[in-house]
């Protein structure tokens, strides 16, 4: 049966979305650790990375308990992964949750572009966030459009002929 492609393929692109949430969680532990990384590898080139390296580590050096902020930063992103077991499991069922994905995706915009502005984040580097909501809604689109083929295929089988 044709649905049974749908479901593995929307399965898939739940892994995908559900992978990059985890692993954009996982890299918001050690955010110091990295930055010095990219500003090692950039060489100076970039005055953003070095001036958000510079801030990191005075900041961590004298309020240390500031960087518990971005642990939970990642804590909801590992949290948010989860949620998206249901889908996975029973995508018909739970495909509200693809849709507050879709949400949250579309969201990170306006967060990118407002926030970012307040808090002086250079324009490009702005763009670079946003892209995650983009970027993002991308495997959550295709998922959302699988589960209606299932629910469509689903109805038809069930119908009197």
Same mark, same amino acid.
């Given at each position: ?74 804590? +909801?992103?590992?949290?948010? +992964?989860? +949620? ?36 002086g984040i250079p324009f ?38």
């Amino acid at each position: 049966m044709p649905e049974d492609g749908y479901l593995r393929r929307a399965r898939l692109w739940l892994i995908v979305f559900m992978s990059g949430l985890v692993l954009s969680g996982m890299t918001a532990f050690p955010l110091q650790t990295e930055v010095r990384w990219l500003s090692t590898l950039s060489h100076g080139r970039f005055l953003w990375i070095e001036r958000v390296n510079e801030g990191l580590c005075a900041t961590n050096a004298h309020y240390p308990f500031l960087a518990y902020g971005t642990d939970w930063l990642a804590f +909801a992103h590992l949290v948010l +992964a989860i +949620a998206f077991i249901g889908p996975y499991i029973d995508p018909v069922r739970n495909k509200w949750v693809i849709d507050f994905g879709l949400i949250a995706c579309a969201a990170v915009i306006p967060l990118a572009l407002i926030a970012g502005q307040v808090r002086g984040i250079p324009f490009g580097w702005r763009l670079i966030d946003c892209g995650f909501g983009v970027f993002g809604s991308i495997p959550l689109v295709l998922c959302r459009r699988l589960i209606t083929k299932i629910e469509h295929q689903s109805l038809q089988f069930r119908r009197p002929a």
